[in-house]
């Protein structure tokens, strides 16, 4: 059953903590994405990565860090340096082929008390 | 274009009638697009895309249209069902942005539907 995975659903954590959300992909695909969306709000670009062992930030990378160590993995640790982390964040994987379709995890809810 | 602080823009239909989502790209050199579905607490879904070369698709029950004249393209639903209520995005490659590959999302639009 192919497809990208992200834990946990829900995710509490109490203010001034660092908290890693897990992404997962077995679609063999090269490109990882971390987005963030508020409520009511479109989706907004945190970091991502072409290949294994690299990433660039994205729009919004402050306050956020990634690592890609292996081709199925891209772990997102929101630190206590952002300000506002409460949101529900999407990781999305894509083959890097010439249409770019991105294919999306079920998303973590992330409340930060 | 930028969606941060912006209310999603929201279209009501009624169950039955055909829903058409609009959505604007601002760079000529874009030459292929996506439209995505997300349902309420889920993340989007791959709804159908469109290539430059191409003024119309079809899928099951939608179809895309694009024209490149003016920078629009829309999806359009046709009877629509309740399960279609979510928020629609288009989304395109940034022709900007080289080897670093990335896509470009629009707002967003909410689509409500009254049985």
């Known amino acids: 059953d192919g497809g990208i995975t992200q834990s946990p659903k829900y995710l509490f954590r109490k203010e001034g903590q660092n908290v890693t959300l897990s992404c997962e992909q077995n679609l063999n695909h090269d490109a990882m994405y971390w987005y963030r969306q508020d409520p009511g709000q479109g989706l907004r670009l945190i970091y991502y990565?072409?290949?294994?062992?690299?990433?660039q930030k994205g729009d919004i990378a402050e306050g956020y860090s990634v690592s890609r160590e292996k081709k199925e993995s891209f772990p997102l640790t929101v630190t206590s340096a952002q300000k506002n982390p409460t949101a529900f964040y999407l990781c999305a994987s894509s083959s890097g082929d010439d249409t770019d379709t991105q294919y999306f995890g079920p998303g973590t809810r992330l409340t930060v008390l | 274009g930028e969606s941060v602080g912006l209310h999603l823009p929201t279209l009501s239909v009624q169950e039955g009638d055909n829903s058409i989502i609009n959505c604007a790209y601002s760079?000529?050199?874009?030459?292929?697009f996506i439209w995505y579905k997300q349902e309420s607490g889920k993340g989007p879904q791959f709804i159908i895309d469109i290539r430059s070369n191409m003024d119309k698709r079809q899928g099951q029950r939608v179809t895309v249209l694009l024209n490149k004249t003016v920078k629009h393209l829309s999806l359009q639903i046709a009877a629509t069902q309740p399960g279609d209520s979510a928020v629609y995005f288009c989304?395109?490659?940034?022709?900007?942005?080289?080897?670093?590959?990335?896509?470009?999302w629009g707002l967003g639009t909410s689509l409500a539907v009254n049985p």
């Open positions: 760079n000529s050199a874009s030459d292929y």
């Open positions: 990565s072409q290949i294994v062992n690299d990433f």
């Open positions: 989304a395109d490659p940034d022709p900007n942005a080289g080897n670093n590959r990335k896509l470009i």
